[in-house]
């Protein structure tokens, strides 16, 4: 039989993408026959804890996955998504006996927080000595991995000694859009404004804080506390399902990190491992991306032909001048070429696929 498990998601994240990916996981899933196994997320804060009750909490979510997944068999496969929202410490050696029981073990890895959030001055050592133990363990006790890229694929390979069989690449995130009309969309041109959509918080997107002013920009997402002018409209933020429609542009952005120069920083750096799920929001609609051109999603751009890449955001008028209309709505038809499979799943139901023990 197949399984997945179902994480109870937190509140509060309806309006940003983290939550979308996985549910959108989900549901492909039970499209493909997986039967669901539900886990619920205590609202409980560890953060509070003392030590004693620290230890004693992860060992009862160790219990409650234990007893949740008992009724796997031999031959049986589970998918889990990762990382794991309720964690803790003794997962890994469950996941490993599992695998040792002859259960296939499959992680989706959503985001690799030893490369996040681990790297902030801001999270403590002992979190994340805390990040490392926990996430290298789990990946290095499953059956399979689905990863975001060829790029993550290497640095698991370099880093963990994964093994490359236990590896398969994702290569871009899907985005479901429910009775999708595009007849609800507005207009995407190339004489309108650069699209930013996502978490607009100074420490998460400060790039967003230092735009150039020779481009016109269209910010969409919460927590925007910039300025607004003739070049900088802020538009507010949307649930992921009204989303789509609000969008207008010409191009969506792809960037992170501290600056609009290039991508540095932490999550400039994650660029160049990750999938951002905001690239996956803009083909999905249709539109046309510019995408740092260090950035490992880059390379799945150029082959598609479905955007282009700048090292620096105020490159973007150069070469929007040097664009035709002609070549500009060639871009757009390959986006919604990819949007159109992206829509129907396509990228995860083929990962899915090739997990083959």
Known sequence: ????????????????????????????????????????????DRKKAGSINKLRWHYNIYKIWKDKLSLLKKNDRVIVQFPIIEHSLLLPGLLKKLVRKGIDVNLVIHDLEL???????????????????????????VSHIIVHN????????NEFQIHEDQLVSLEIFDYLIDDFDSNKMKVFDKSLPIIIAGNLRQHKAAYVYDLPDNVNFNLYGIDYTGKVNDKIQYHGSYPPDELPYALSGSF????????????????????KINNPHKTSLYLACGIPVVIWSQAALADFIIQNKCGITVENIKDIENKLSSLSGDEYNTIKKNAEKIGRLLREGYYTKQAVKNCVS
């Open 1 to 44: 039989m197949d399984y997945f498990i179902s994480e109870t998601q937190e509140d509060g994240l309806s309006r940003t993408a983290g939550v979308k990916a996985r549910d959108d996981l989900e549901t492909l899933l039970l499209s493909q026959g997986y039967l669901k196994i539900s886990i619920p997320v205590s609202a409980y």
């Open 115 to 141: 490369l996040r959030a681990a790297k902030r001055d801001d999270v403590s050592f002992k979190n994340k000595l805390r990040l490392s133990i926990e996430e290298k363990n789990c990946l290095k006790n």
């Open 252 to 271: 969506g952005l792809v960037w992170d990190g501290i600056s609009s120069q290039t991508c540095t920083g932490v999550y400039g750096e994650y660029l």
């Open 150 to 157: 060829e790029h993550m694929k290497k640095f698991l390979m």
